[in-house]
């Protein structure tokens, strides 16, 4: 299924489906979870290692219920890490295939209004490594009303079918969705109306991607072009700066010759890239700080569900303090096992999350990248288990503070 609406709506049924799966499955998880898991405080913490694991183990439908809320958070979390992460690699790929140029100089209506003597000027500036000039007019092409425009210098035009080799008066490239529209093919003509040489007719040699290039729908050669519709001046002056020339100093160059007209706006790819990063941060954030009240509440249930299994065990505990494990084991024990609920809900997640951001990345975008924000993924790991060890503190304090003798003869 291409990407799209459609391909979204798709993988968020499937992901529902796939995560009430992995919830009913989650009591046959937990065993083997928590043997992997506790493998490490198995060996650190000694018996009350080895008792911690074997507690959380032992009642396998009580500890995946008690990660839910847990692995529910972690796998947002990490499935928005994962997106924010591809999409930030993915659309910077693209601004680097689209725009290969460091600044561009443009209208601030977006009018064919730069004169030319801009970019020439810029031509022969020796902190420059290329300056392409781009024009447009509004004319009448197959009949219907379109951009009509050429360029100098080297500009990328993306041909997906044909070739711009000797590209000549009475020829064309058009971008593929205006083909279309026209109903034209490779080798096929069209009509365009022109100021100065009448209606002239076209031959289609390229077709070129839209998406991918800054020329007009309709492009023709530059001499062509001035035959056609006269001198006019241009609409985009597209630079690239020399390698090993300080950013700042060839700023200076384009500022300098853009000065002397107000309205002429230079854009950097540089600033284009950090709007885009900014807004996508603050998305994040915001998306971290509510996912971040859910995980706090699943603390609250890993606390809620500790405190609990300490009123259960308590005549357990009792037992084992008579057999010689001290207050300090005890409370090392109850917090090792809330270190695995923690580790093991979040491991949950972060599978899932990882599973879910690939998947979503390719309903949402074509070509897209994906990446793994590594050390964010490490981060929601341990502060999960961290987070699991506070949440044990209080039912920890409580079960040593209790009376042996009281606790053992206790119904």
Request: glycine residues 10%.
């Amino acid at each position: 299924m291409p990407p799209g609406d459609a391909a979204l709506v798709v993988v968020m049924a499937g992901g529902a489906l796939t995560f009430l799966a992995v919830l009913i499955l989650g009591p046959v998880l937990v065993g083997p979870l928590s043997a992997v898991v506790g493998l490490l405080p198995r060996r650190l913490f000694g018996v009350p290692g080895r008792l911690a694991v074997d507690n959380a183990a032992r009642n396998p439908r009580r500890a995946a219920t008690t990660t839910v809320a847990l692995t529910i958070g972690v796998t947002l979390m990490t499935l928005i890490s994962v997106v924010s992460a591809s999409t930030r690699l993915t659309m910077t790929a693209k601004l680097d295939e689209q725009f290969p140029i460091d600044y561009v100089l443009v209208d601030q209506e977006h009018e064919s209004v730069i004169p030319r003597s801009v970019g020439e000027e810029l031509r022969g500036r020796p902190e420059l490594d290329s300056v392409a000039q781009v024009r447009r007019v509004t004319a009448v092409f197959g009949g219907r009303t379109q951009q009509v425009g050429t360029f100098s210098g080297r500009v990328e035009p993306y041909v997906t079918a044909g070739s711009l080799d000797g590209f000549a008066a009475g020829q064309v490239a058009v971008d593929e969705r205006t083909a279309a529209r026209l109903g034209l093919r490779l080798g096929g003509t069209a009509e365009l109306a022109t100021e100065r040489a009448g209606t002239v007719s076209l031959t289609v040699v390229a077709l070129v991607d839209g998406d991918q290039t800054v020329l007009p729908a309709v492009t023709v050669p530059e001499r062509a072009f001035d035959a056609y519709f006269g001198a006019v001046p241009d609409a985009q002056v597209l630079v690239s700066i020399k390698d090993g020339v300080p950013a700042e100093r060839a700023r200076a160059v384009v500022d300098a010759a853009a000065a002397p007209y107000p309205n002429v706006h230079v854009n950097s790819a540089t600033e284009v890239r950090g709007q885009f990063d900014e807004t996508l941060d603050m998305l994040v954030m915001i998306m971290m700080g509510l996912l971040g009240l859910a995980i706090l509440i699943s603390l609250l249930g890993i606390a809620n569900t500790l405190s609990l299994s300490v009123h259960e065990r308590t005549r357990e505990s009792a037992l084992l303090r008579a057999l010689g494990l001290t207050r300090a084991q005890l409370r090392r024990m109850l917090s090792v096992e809330a270190l695995l609920l923690g580790l093991i809900g979040a491991l949950v997640g972060v599978a899932l999350g990882l599973v879910y951001g690939w998947v979503a990345m390719r309903a949402l975008l074509p070509d897209s990248r994906y990446v793994v924000p590594v050390a964010q993924v490490v981060v929601f790991v341990a502060l999960s288990g961290v987070a699991g060890v506070l949440a044990a503190v209080l039912p920890a304090r409580r079960a040593a503070r209790a009376s042996i003798v009281g606790s053992l003869a206790a119904d």
